[in-house]
């Protein structure tokens, strides 16, 4: 265990519920639990060293590709990671 807690705000909870992806979406909560700095980096990086990140979904029974966003906070212990955003992907590669 790396000692990162991930959640899942509600409105992001929420969305992923609508695009029937609620069970992939904890499965990637417990991943990032495990590799927090999953994805691609969105922005500068902070002096702080919180990091917006962006991954992926891959499109599995029936459920579309679908884009999270989450922010990686690393201080005060423990590290967070907090998705915030489900949105159906484009497709474009990362």
Do not use: C, F, N, W
């Amino acid at each position: 265990m790396s000692g990162v807690i991930a959640a899942v705000t509600v409105r992001a909870a929420q969305r992923a519920k609508e695009l029937g992806a609620d069970q992939a979406l904890e499965a990637l909560r417990h991943e990032l639990e495990m590799l927090p700095r999953l994805g691609v980096l969105l922005g500068p990086s902070r002096p702080d060293g919180v990091e917006v990140r962006k991954t992926r979904i891959e499109p599995a029974g029936g459920v579309p590709g679908l884009a999270v966003a989450y922010v990686y906070t690393p201080a005060p212990p423990p590290p967070t990671v907090a998705i915030t955003s489900v949105t159906p992907d484009d497709g474009v590669p990362e």
